[in-house]
């Protein structure tokens, strides 16, 4: 009874020729991440009284960022994938850890993580990440970012949409990863500078 069962539950496995049903796609040999132009040094002890810190909340993505794929945009219709470059994480998940530590640097203040938010009813940022990848037509690594603002339990919510462009030679890993770091680190080094006004 039991080897006929066995039988029919895998059965249907043998008409799946050619499927690899325990590989994923291929990754590359190294992974790209970002890192942050501002650091906090190590050793470094802060403080905050009740309310004054601020929890980073990952921001949301569209939908051609919910990979963790560099897309590329032409013509303003068309997404394609530069290839061999993956990231080691999504980019909003990426993006918030690279917007913590630019705050912990520039402004001082204690910076908490969405899963922390609890210990600290203080300040909330979030947004939405809505490119994060290479406009073709201008040879271009772009970063809009969203942003939305709570300062305070009771504050309104403060909005503000900030953008970066940096030249890239050609379309391949390397050249592609560091352009969109340096976006991404001129977009933090902005938030983190209206965050800390």
Do not use: H
């Not at 029919?8 to 050619?18: D, E, Y």
């Not at 990754?27 to 002890?45: I, W, Y």
């Not at 990979?67 to 080691?88: C, E, F, L, M």
């Not at 352009?179 to 902005?190: D, M, T």
């Amino acid at each position: 009874m039991k080897l006929k069962f066995a039988m029919i539950v895998l059965a249907p496995l043998t008409l799946l020729p050619g499927c690899a049903l325990l590989s994923g796609p291929k990754v590359p040999a190294s992974l790209m991440v970002l890192t942050s132009d501002a650091r906090v040094a190590a050793a470094t002890n802060r403080s905050a009284a009740a309310g004054d810190t601020i929890t980073i909340v990952a921001p949301s993505v569209v939908q051609e960022l919910r990979t963790n794929r560099v897309p590329v945009r032409s013509g303003g219709v068309a997404v394609a994938y530069v290839k061999d470059a993956q990231w080691v994480d999504t980019p909003d998940t990426l993006f918030r850890d690279l917007l913590s530590e630019t705050i912990a640097a520039q402004t001082g203040r204690v910076v908490l993580s969405d899963k922390q938010r609890t210990i600290d009813p203080g300040a909330r940022l979030t947004g939405q990440l809505l490119a994060f990848g290479i406009d073709a037509d201008r040879s271009e690594a772009v970063v809009t970012f969203d942003a939305a603002l709570i300062r305070g339990a009771g504050s309104r919510v403060e909005t503000r949409r900030s953008e970066a462009r940096v030249p890239v030679p050609i379309v391949e890993r390397t050249a592609v990863a560091l352009a969109l770091n340096q976006a991404a680190n001129q977009v933090a080094a902005e938030v983190a500078a209206w965050v800390g006004r």
